[in-house]
């Protein structure tokens, strides 16, 4: 089993509407969660960071983190065609575990 | 501000030759990384430093070595060549463990 589980997708959304990715994983001494936004043939920019449970808003973008669940949550408002990019999480502390990533296009 | 520099961008090799990925980092960062990524894989660390002098492996290190003598460098070497090893290869670096990770533009890497 992988520590960290992410699905692909691709994800296709309208501009405007909102899009949901998420991840699971599976070590529960986990305290460091983050979204990485990777745009194609570049290298992976942080987007969203996370310490222990709750959520964390920034302009559009809201990251929410299910610790008894073992679960972690990406919503992004208000789409636009600049959003499209591969989201990958990436959760432990000096070692992270990334997801496979989620393509989003975003279309106009 | 450079950040995270890879050199060279783009490589072919053939099976059985050997070469150095460079990176260098002008942040004065502890921790780097090497991690290399595949379709439908993520990023997988191959491995990482913690410090000028030290190195550790990662998830995949088999076939790959690292040194690490300057604290603004990390080199991954490849003995020698296979075609599993055909991959983009990022470099990493934080100013400590748990804190936001930098990342270099990518090596394409293609081994025939």
């Known amino acids: 089993q992988k520590e960290v589980e992410q699905d692909p997708g691709p994800l296709s959304v309208p501009e405007g509407a909102i899009v949901s990715l998420n991840c699971t994983y599976s070590n529960s001494a986990f305290q460091y969660f983050m979204w990485y936004r990777q745009y194609s043939r570049k290298g992976p920019e942080l987007l969203m960071y996370t310490y222990s449970s709750g959520n964390k808003e920034d302009g559009r973008f809201t990251a929410q983190v299910d610790k008894s669940s073992k679960y972690i949550s990406l919503f992004i408002r208000d789409s636009q065609p600049s959003d499209s990019a591969t989201y990958l999480c990436a959760i432990g502390d000096y070692k992270l575990s990334f997801g496979a990533g989620t393509t989003v296009t975003v279309r106009a | 501000n450079a950040g995270v520099t890879q050199t060279p961008k783009f490589r072919v090799l053939k099976t059985g030759q050997s070469m150095t990925l460079l990176c260098a980092q002008d942040?004065?960062?502890?921790?780097m990384y090497w991690y290399r990524q595949d379709p439908g894989m993520g990023l997988r660390l191959i491995h990482y430093s913690v410090g000028e002098g030290t190195t550790a492996k990662g998830e995949v290190p088999d076939g790959y070595n690292v040194s690490r003598l300057k604290k603004q460098n990390f080199l991954l070497g490849l003995e020698s060549a296979a075609p599993s090893q055909t991959s983009v290869y990022f470099c990493?670096?934080?100013?400590?463990?748990?804190?936001?990770?930098?990342f270099g533009q990518g090596t394409r890497l293609t081994v025939v």
């Open positions: 990493a670096s934080t100013r400590q463990g748990n804190t936001e990770a930098f």
């Open positions: 942040m004065n960062h502890e921790y």
